[in-house]
């Protein structure tokens, strides 16, 4: 079983196929006797597209929990507020078996580059829409640092700030009562999104997406001999 996320927005069904084109920046030149010749280059950045299902009706395979309930016009406002905004976004792929065991994880930040949307007879009172995504690198100036020794010599560094992690408890519980908690939103609250959802889900070998019993304990992270060896477990 695959399941999408867009940022916190988990798609309602999984896209039939996953196109990935990976871009070739390579030059080739032409030498004197030799004639062409190959200059590797870093690869280009890579491109992710499919196609996204927008159901105006309730469906028993509609995989989200959270968003059962809504319909094709806000998963369209919600891509259009995401490409408008001009920022990267959260592009998480996850194949599970029904047992809830991971079997792999894509986890990119990406831009949003195409959104095509389609109406048709054929598809009834639904829609479907083409997304194109394109994978997104950090980068930004660094803070060159130039300090004087007692000895007159001069040394220099370089400083990169990073953002401090928000660091969940190690144990939670789900509430008790009789709202229906999923792992999504308690992870949510750990975490401050869902980027790991699905590891955290692995780590107490459960099922996602689920309910969660009343009071049942969760292990948020793994601790390790070292006391940064649970951040392995975090997706930045």
């Known amino acids: 079983m695959y399941y999408f996320y867009l940022n916190n927005m988990q798609l309602p069904l999984a896209p039939k196929s996953l196109d990935i084109n990976y871009n070739n920046k390579n030059e080739t030149i032409d030498l004197l006797q030799t004639g062409e010749v190959t200059i590797p280059k870093p690869m280009g950045l890579t491109e992710y597209s499919f196609e996204i299902f927008l159901p105006n009706s309730k469906y028993p395979f509609n995989q989200s929990l959270l968003m059962k309930s809504k319909k094709a016009e806000y998963y369209m ?58 994978e997104w690198r950090d980068y930004g100036t660094k803070k060159l640092v130039v300090e004087e020794n007692k000895d007159g010599t001069v040394s220099t560094a370089v400083k990169t700030e990073r953002p401090s992690d928000k660091i969940p408890e190690k144990e939670v519980k789900s509430p008790n009562g009789f709202n229906k908690a999923t792992l999504q939103r308690i992870v949510k609250q750990q975490f401050g999104d869902t980027n790991n959802l699905f590891k955290i889900a692995a780590l107490n070998k459960i099922t996602v997406p689920c309910f969660l019993g009343a009071n049942q304990a969760l292990t948020m992270y793994k601790e390790g001999k070292t006391e940064d060896l649970w951040k392995n477990l975090i997706q930045k």
């Not at 996850?94 to 994880?105: A, C, F, T, Y």
């Not at 990406?110 to 598809?123: A, D, F, M, P, Q």
């Open 77 to 134: 406002n919600q891509l259009i507020e995401m490409k408008r905004a001009g920022k990267p976004i959260n592009f998480i792929v996850v194949r599970m078996k029904p047992n809830g065991e991971m079997l792999s994880q894509l986890n990119q930040r990406v831009t949003i580059e195409g959104l095509s949307h389609k109406e048709s007879h054929e598809y009834g009172f639904d829609a479907y829409l083409d997304i194109t995504l394109r």
